[in-house]
């Protein structure tokens, strides 16, 4: 599947690209204003710039992309986009730290464009000016749809490669050259091996999520993709959090960057309403499903820890009557766009998933958010709560924690700098006493007597659950 097919209005998102939109001056109001194959580049160009004066435009950002931003409910730079942006179109290097639902993609999408626009030329064949590395290929995804709204009516071309797709049609597609090209790391290496796309032209490069670019996963790929880009470039580089030791990395990538935080990184939005449930293992099914059940209208994420256990847990939730998709690993790339977009349109209204969710995925209607397991890795809380209370809204987080989890809790806590409120259950004994000692985070000796306890399967479906 190609990027094309995400040049429609998204499903469930109400704002149209062109709601709203004003008219180009001497253009044709209501016509589609996207740049015909065969249509002269300096033909277009002359034709398509608009006079408008808008806060994005005072910031520098070229009036063709401005246009397209009140069309999308863009009305006033955010807090993220305010600092970025002018020191993006000033060409500077940048180290973004900002919570998810920020702005983040439009922070660094806005003044790539218009740099790219001052180029006024075609890319050469089989490179790209541009380049976004995104951690999974859902984040790929949402970004190529962000950008390619905001190109709307210019000659801005982007193309998102990721894995699960045929390599033959991308290798066919970049033929023709690229302004900008969205990769995960491992498909662009493997275009790359194949002599599909030479980054010697890219002078410009994205880390979104660059904690996790930069970790232990990505940064071989990475280290690959950056040798072979050009010195004299941009690089950008956006993350909720950066770990002190991630951020040396990250300047290795950077020169002399601009650096804007818009909160303190690792800390969760405000508007997230969060607490933690104690509960143990063999009883999260049935606490999960009294909670979905008194929410049924509205969208949750589920997240477990592995592939495995997320696919059992939303069979048994479709069991007990619920809209579930299933989104890990081990689905088919077309299984997981499938399971995204019926997402999206509300038509599932529970999304089971491993960390390949956790991160950036940006759906204003997801009200719940649950980590049935708690994630071992702190900073991964932080992202996956980020799922909820998006562009404005409220939401909440529920941490489903059993007694073996008193230690990922105690390391989500401190990584937060925060308590979590008890909103369920009873928390272990030893758990509690460290807790108001202030003590060490860890295991306490009470988890390891409760875990001997054997985990106990869901026998019965709740009351609710039944009945639906
Ligand atoms: P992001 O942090 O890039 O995932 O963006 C989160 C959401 O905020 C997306 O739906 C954007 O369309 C939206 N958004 C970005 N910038 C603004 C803005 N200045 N005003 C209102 N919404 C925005």
Known sequence: MTNESFRTNRPGNPRGPRAGKPHFRGGKPGASHRRHQSEPEEKFIRRAIPEIDTPFTRMGIDPRVAINLS????????????????AIVEGRDLLGLAQTGTGKTAAFGLPMLTRLLNIGRKPEPRTCRALILAPTRELATQIAENIDNYAIGTPIRQYRVVGGASINVQVQRLERGVDVLIATPGRLIDLIDRGAIDLSQTRYLVLDEADQMLDIGFIHALRRIAKMLPRERQTLLFSATMPKLMEELADSYLTDPVRVAVNPPGQAAEKIEQGVHFVNQGDKATLLAEYLSKHRDELAIVFGRTKHGSEKLSKLLEKWGFKVAAIHGNKSQGQRERALASFRAGDTKVLVATDVAARGLDIPEVAH????????????????????????????????????????????????????????????????????????????????????????????????????
């Open 369 to 468: 958010v649950y980590n049935y397991d708690l994630p071992n890795v702190p900073e991964n809380y932080v992202h996956r709560i980020g799922r909820t209370a998006r562009a404005g809204r409220d939401g909440r987080a529920i941490a489903f924690c059993s007694p073996a989890e008193i230690g990922e809790l105690r390391a989500i806590e401190r990584a937060m700098k925060a308590k979590i409120a008890i909103v369920g259950g009873e928390e272990p004994f030893e758990a509690a006493k460290i807790r108001e000692r202030g003590g060490p985070a860890g295991r306490p000796q009470g988890a390891g007597a409760a875990r001997k306890r054997p985990a106990r399967r869901p026998s019965r479906a709740p009351k609710a659950a039944q009945r639906a």
């Open 71 to 86: 069309g999308l409910g863009i009305e006033n730079p955010s807090p993220i986009q305010e600092k970025s942006i002018p």
